[in-house]
């Protein structure tokens, strides 16, 4: 059964940074394109970011471009979101999402595994 297991979630101050990190297991994460959506209450889960499965092709939301980077380790079946330049308006809950296909996509329903999510508290 694939597993996936969000950490690095957190409260901190607007401008500050965090790494969030997505261990997998139980699937072929070196195959599979790995995404990071968010959360905030009372609004739709959104895209974040995305990344391939050789992790050379990656897309951002327009939102977080040039502020968010997203990586992967292969050999540890871990993918990463490194969060800077934080804003009051990124507080959500941050999930990470596993495709079958090797690219994936920015739509919830291009995913098919999911994480519990890890709390990003940005104040300002």
């Known amino acids: 059964q694939v597993q996936l297991v969000e950490s690095g979630g957190g409260s901190v101050q607007a401008g500050g940074s965090l790494r969030l990190s997505c261990v997998t297991s139980?699937?072929?994460?070196?195959?599979?394109?790995m995404g990071w959506f968010r959360q905030a209450p009372g609004k739709e889960r959104e895209f974040v970011a995305r990344?391939?499965?050789?992790?050379?092709?990656?897309s951002y939301a327009d939102s977080v471009k040039g502020r968010f980077t997203i990586s992967r380790d292969n050999a540890k079946n871990t993918v990463y979101l490194q969060v800077n330049s934080l804003k009051p308006e990124d507080t959500a809950v941050y999930y990470c999402?596993?495709?079958?296909?090797?690219?994936?996509?920015?739509?919830?329903?291009?995913?098919?595994?999911w994480g519990q999510g890890t709390q990003v508290t940005v104040s300002s």
């Open positions: 139980g699937g072929t994460f070196s195959s599979s394109a």
């Open positions: 999402a596993a495709a079958v296909s090797p690219r994936g996509g920015v739509r919830v329903t291009d995913y098919d595994y």
């Open positions: 990344i391939s499965w050789s992790g050379g092709s990656t």
